[in-house]
């Protein structure tokens, strides 16, 4: 199966950099995944790592390194409207799982002024 | 990035009664749709796999003959919360991958039994 875990909560202040961390036990994954969830909407998707290494997209960058089952997603420039939850998610290797995802636990991020 | 329409948003039903939340895909077909619940706080736990034209599949604990899953066309996936109780209070949220990669998901159901 899959287990992947992440800090329950991070706050930090408008213009800084959080680093959220998502260290994973899994029998083999296609690629590691980052949402973003704000309280009562809808997950949106921010970052997809299918191979090692850094993937950058704006303010948002993800990581992920196979060989040290973890990854992390760098938020940068904080702003006020990034305060939300912010979920890792895999999709197993087994073919009959079809291309379901797990999540981590979540983190939730708390930008103050 | 492809489109996935959920409805109800919310709804409230009373104790015992039977609640139905359409997921449907609108600019895309999807083979597959998923169904997650999400406790406040916590994180989305899949429920099932909705496959078209064939049955389900329920992931452990998931109890198939409370939450009924249809799904008979290509752009249709519907869940039934049969025989709600207080307890199934909680937001539901379909999703699919129609690429394998990114997940695109409705906008979710807060369903309230009272």
């Known amino acids: 199966g899959q287990s992947l875990e992440q800090p329950s909560e991070v706050t930090a202040v408008e213009g800084a950099i959080v680093q959220i961390n998502c260290t994973y036990q899994t029998s083999g994954f296609y690629g590691l995944s980052w949402y973003q969830q704000h309280d009562g909407g809808a997950p949106t998707f921010l970052s997809y790592?299918?191979?090692?290494g850094l993937e950058e997209t704006g303010r948002f960058s993800s990581f992920l390194s196979r060989s040290d089952s973890y990854g992390y997603l760098l938020l940068q420039e904080l702003q006020m409207k990034d305060s939300a939850s912010y979920f890792c998610a895999v999709s197993p290797l087994i073919k009959a799982a079809g291309n379901k995802l797990t999540f981590g636990g979540g983190t939730r991020v708390l930008v103050k002024p | 990035g492809a489109v996935v329409s959920q409805h109800p948003s919310w709804v409230i039903c009373k104790s015992g009664t039977s609640v139905k939340i359409e997921c449907r895909s609108l600019?895309?077909?999807?083979?597959?749709m998923f169904w997650y619940r999400q406790f406040p706080k916590q994180s989305l736990m899949l429920m099932a796999t909705s496959n078209e034209g064939s049955k389900a599949t329920y992931e452990q604990g998931v109890e198939k003959d409370k939450f009924l899953i249809n799904h008979a066309s290509l752009t249709l996936s519907t869940l039934t919360v049969t025989s709600a109780h207080p307890e199934d209070s909680s937001f539901y949220i379909c999703?699919?991958?129609?690429?394998?990669?990114?997940?695109?998901f409705g906008q979710g159901t807060r369903l309230t039994v009272v």
């Open positions: 600019d895309f077909q999807a083979t597959t």
């Open positions: 999703s699919a991958r129609p690429m394998n990669t990114e997940a695109f």
């Open positions: 790592n299918a191979l090692d």
